[in-house]
């Protein structure tokens, strides 16, 4: 009955968490589901794949078979049709039987006209099939092509000359009432004068080189004047330059015919694709009637052929291994064994307890079913480690300074108690408003969570309201909360301010330049990088905003006291925050809550160490000791290693984009070349590698996923891989630049002079517009 209508009969009087999850998983996996399907689930059809053209006449031919036709006089039922995939000439043989020694004889009748071909194509016809049609063809040293079985795409030029050949011998009886052998003849004449619409060219122009005197040629004749005939070597030479011309014109007519066909079709498809070893359900014919069909399986995949065909094994059939196109196969979803929970999750209820007091029973319940709950430890919601433990493992994470150096940094932090609190502090500094002009309130309900994230979140309140984050609020504004898992399996408690933030008056504080940041911390040899502890927890609201951040939950209505994470213009209004605290510092920098202080020699460091510290203290600001690094000669900074003069990607980042599979859609290449394109100023020639990814970014164009763009995938990977260390700017000393540009866009390489060897500083890449191109390649 489907997911919706099997939902609502076990809600009646069941429900437990994951509820519709598991119903949809078990209908998905229903053995018998998946055999019989429901008529309005129809498989994605595969996109085309166009076929390619011959060049030269009669070397291609596509053959069947068509009948039983009403028994001629002649005693024929049947017809060999046979067609070349070049000039789409198509010939047809009346047959009184489909045998394969009748095929091979008709077959001989066209060869010996026009020629023994390299490869005969046909589809899996027992006659097409047999062992003497297979000898034949071994001695005529020709390739035998099978056709995917019940696939006629694979041969649709033959098909639809059936399609129009029986629609004419059906008028010509109809009219004629004659014998339909005795029209196949002139039919066929018919047929081969008249131009093809995908090649633009009648298939007697394309063989012949000329139009073959038919009908409309004796009648034309008779009311034109006759032409002298011509020499016999022009004759020639202009007959073989007409023929070569109209065979390359058909070529390109038939290349665009395809591209317009497939750009039609490929609008409804999906692109679709298996693995040696899944397991499938192929659309087979039923045992004793070869008319009807229907899904057989489960199968598995033996090999992945090339296009769209799969090898599959099918140990229930007469072939035990067949080649079945991937628009005949859909995925086979295993049914998981599921065991009786005893006792049941949630006991059954009727719809009128719901409005009754809660029973002695109904407490034992609700007592049960908490103790599944498992509560989060206080890792989730402050840290992984306390700066309070942080100081009493110092000389774990200060192992590479020399021990004079360590000294001098535990010293330092010692002096400076209050800026590594355990609980972030507020700050005096500054104070975050946030401006909805006169825009009405917006309410939003909370989502609706799990027992388990309703505990965190809980738990979330209780930190927030312990430590004065927030307090209960009566606001007529309100946005729910959500959790948002952390790679180390925590999770971080986020409000959804997104209808806020689009009435928010915007802020342009602006913030630094990545690139401008790396390249500050140049040749020092001691990099020193501050984290602060939930940095936005760290500027207060004014009145205004603390009643526009109110936030919902399932339990609680607070507001914060504090600049939240989402809001809008907290970026600004934190960076503002440091700028006005570091400025005039020197040798420091910072983006966001990032501060990163770098120096020649160990005292300058320890200097400006202790006067950032001053600073921040007087700030009442606190730092995350568990993210701080200390007179590292590289450290991590904004997603690159930088120090000792040197800014290379981080080996992991690199590691994850080298093991990134290839993408099936448009998000996944979007993620895929953000990934990449971040470290696009370490690769040489980005934009011309990644051009056949971003070309099919486009929503104008289908997604399909082609050999370029795995090369091109490929290729990208190993640009980053092997891509080389930049060397840090010296500002004080010249550069050189090397520029270039092609079709792809424009790329600036900057590299130092004053060195022994060439130092490359970074590739400055342009895709640049339409225009652009054209501007940067002219000569």
Known sequence: ???????????????????????????????????????????????????????????????????????????HCYLLTIMCQSTRYPCAYPLRSITARSVLKALTDFMSTFGIPRVIQSDQGTNFMSKLFARALRQLKAKHNISSAYHPQSQGALERFHQTLKSLLRSFCV??????????????????????????????????????????????????????????????????????????????????????MQRLFDRKTTERYFEKGDQVLALQPIIHSPFQARFAGPYT??????????????????????????????AYFSPVPVGLVTPPVCPPFQRGSLLSPLGEKGSEASADFDEDVTAPSWEVTEGRLRNSEMRAQLHKHLSHLSERERADVVELINAFPSLFADVPSCTTVVEHDIDVGSAMPIKQHPYRVNPTKRAILGQEVDYLLKHDLAEPS??????????????????????????????????????????DCVDRVGAARYVSKFNLLKGYWQVPLTPCARELSAFVTPDNFLQYKVMPFGVRNAPATFQCLINHVLSGL??????????????????????????????????????????????????????????????????????????FPAPSNRRGLRRFLGMVGYYRGFCENFATVVTPLTNILSVKVPFHWTDASQQAFEAAKALLSSAPVLAAP??????????????????????SRWVPMVSIIRFVISPGSSIDIKWFTQP
């Open 1 to 75: 009955m489907g997911i919706r209508k099997t939902y609502d009969r076990v809600a009646r009087r069941f429900f437990w968490p994951g509820l519709k999850g598991d119903i949809s998983r078990y209908i998905r996996e229903c053995h018998t589901c998946q055999m019989t399907g429901k008529p309005n689930q129809k498989i994605p059809m595969a996109p085309l794949q166009p076929i390619p053209a011959v060049s030269a006449p009669f070397e291609y031919l596509l053959v069947d078979c068509v009948g039983p036709l009403p028994r001629s006089r002649a005693g």
């Open 175 to 260: 009219e004629l009432s004659s014998d339909w052998e005795e029209g196949l003849p002139w039919l066929l004449l018919a047929i081969r004068e008249v131009a093809q619409e995908s090649i633009g060219f009648s298939p007697n122009e394309l063989v012949f080189g000329h139009a073959v005197r038919g009908p409309t040629t004796v009648l034309a004749d008779e009311w034109s004047t006759k032409q002298p005939p011509a020499n016999v070597l022009d004759y020639v030479s202009g007959f073989r330059y007409r023929l070569y011309q109209a065979r390359a014109a058909a070529r390109k007519a038939l290349a665009r015919s395809q591209c317009k």
């Open 474 to 515: 009566f606001s007529p504004w309100s946005s729910p909360c959500i959790l948002v898992g952390k790679p180390d399996g925590t999770y971080r408690f986020c409000t959804d301010y997104r209808k806020l933030n689009s009435v928010t008056k915007p802020d342009c504080f602006p913030l630094p330049r990545v690139d």
């Open 301 to 330: 995949i033996v090999k992945c052929l090339s296009g769209h065909n799969c090898l599959i094994a099918t140990p229930d059939r007469k072939k035990k291994v067949q080649v079945c196109h991937v628009n005949l196969l859909k």
């Open 586 to 659: 020197t040798g420091c920098d910072a983006y966001l809550d990032d501060v990163v202080v770098f120096s020649s020699t160990w005292p300058e460091h320890l200097v400006q160490i202790r006067e950032l510290f001053n600073r921040l203290a007087k700030a009442n600001l606190t730092v995350n000791l568990a993210k701080c690094e200390f007179g590292k000669a590289t450290v991590t900074y904004l997603g690159k290693v930088v120090g000792r003069g040197q800014v290379h990607p981080v080996g992991a980042k690199v590691e994850a984009i080298c093991n």
């Open 730 to 751: 010296t500002f004080e000393k010249p550069f050189k630049l090397a520029a270039d540009a092609s079709d792809c866009g424009a790329v600036v390489l900057s590299f």
